[in-house]
């Protein structure tokens, strides 16, 4: 079965969290939510999510992809944690899908991994980081095995998007019916 991790941090945006768990969960997608540290996480807007587990608990398993929530606190808590990082770039390197919306795509670029390519995100979120990515306004953007989407308003476009890259276009076709799309 495809195992996916969703790090959940303060300050994330809840939308685009509980949209990506829902829509993956929805296509049998194995989804293991994570705390920076152990206990509920606080999203932007006061809503209280669970996680699964912390992430110290799940360092050493395996995953199809890592996707990142985004939330400007959130995101920024995401990249000043070396463990996210870490896995962002073990992930990667293997070929992994590494994927990030709305302000997580900054957690991508302190990882190194947005160097030569095609992102987005959202606005103004990436105008001012170093590098030579090619930023499009496109809602979600595929390049290899990086995807990125822009924010709240996307999040379903983004989770079916990574449903149909783990799971094929049937099951994202089937998904996207259920939900009378």
């Known amino acids: 079965m495809v195992k996916v991790l969703v790090p959940l941090a303060a300050g994330c945006e809840e939308i685009e969290a509980v949209t990506i768990i829902d829509i993956l969960r929805r296509a049998g997608i194995e989804v293991i939510t994570v705390g920076l540290v152990p206990g509920p996480v606080h999203a932007s807007r006061g809503v ?12 050493q398993d395996a995953f199809d992809m ?17 463990r996210i990082l870490a896995l962002l770039q073990s992930l990667a390197t293997a070929g992994h899908f590494v994927a990030a919306i709305c302000a997580a795509p900054m957690v991508l670029h302190a990882a190194g ?40 308003g996307t999040a379903m476009d983004f989770a ?10 049937d099951a994202r076709e089937r998904v996207e019916e259920e939900l009378v799309r």
């Not at 209280?48 to 360092?59: E, I, M, T």
């Not at 595929?142 to 995807?147: E, L």
């Open 48 to 59: 209280v999510l669970l996680p699964d587990s912390d992430l110290d608990a799940v360092l």
């Open 66 to 82: 890592i996707v990142l929530p985004g939330g400007m606190l959130g995101s920024e808590h995401l990249k000043n944690d070396s």
């Open 113 to 152: 991994l947005l160097q030569g390519r095609r992102v987005t995100s959202f606005p103004g979120v990436l105008d001012e980081l170093a590098g030579s990515h090619v930023y499009l306004n496109d809602r979600v953007v595929v390049d290899g095995n990086i995807v990125t989407s822009r924010g709240p």
């Open 160 to 169: 079916l998007m990574l449903v149909e890259l783990l799971v094929g276009q």
